[in-house]
């Protein structure tokens, strides 16, 4: 990974200025919006160990094989772009907040997209996410 590169989330940012912070103190997180950001990044450079910090303990994938699974698909895709359509919300003082959000990617060559609707709350003094509705 490149620093100087924009950061994937479209933040228009730098990576070394946006989700890699995120990426090196989850605690620097201070809205779940950020949160949603860090973790689309984290899949587009294949970070499964932020991925998996940045789950909910109640929800996120613990065997190790689910994990590896997730984190062979994320890599078998090519991450094209975020969208955020809309927050419920997941401000610095929020306990919980809700992110809509658009990730387009290629997968096997064809233009693909996840529409999600996602939970986040904090855990242990940060923001996770708990899980996503896709039922739009
Ligand atoms: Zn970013």
């Not at 401000?91 to 959000?101: H, R, S």
Request: glycine share 4%.
């Amino acid at each position: 990974m490149q620093k100087q590169l924009i950061c994937p989330c479209g933040s228009g940012k730098a990576y070394a200025q946006c989700c890699e912070i995120a990426h090196n103190n989850i605690y620097s997180v201070k809205t779940a919006e950020q949160l949603m950001r860090s973790r689309y990044t984290a899949f587009t450079i294949d970070n499964p160990e932020y991925l998996h910090k940045s789950h909910h303990s109640s929800s996120r994938p613990n065997s190790k094989r689910e994990r590896e699974q997730n984190a062979a698909w994320a890599k078998s895709v090519v991450w094209l772009h975020l969208d955020i359509i809309n927050k419920y919300e997941g401000n610095e003082n929020d306990k919980t907040g809700t992110v809509e959000f658009k990730a387009y990617f290629l997968e096997n060559n064809k233009a693909n997209l996840i529409h999600e609707n996602s939970s986040f709350a904090k855990e242990n003094g940060h923001w996770v996410y708990i899980d996503g509705c896709y039922n739009f």
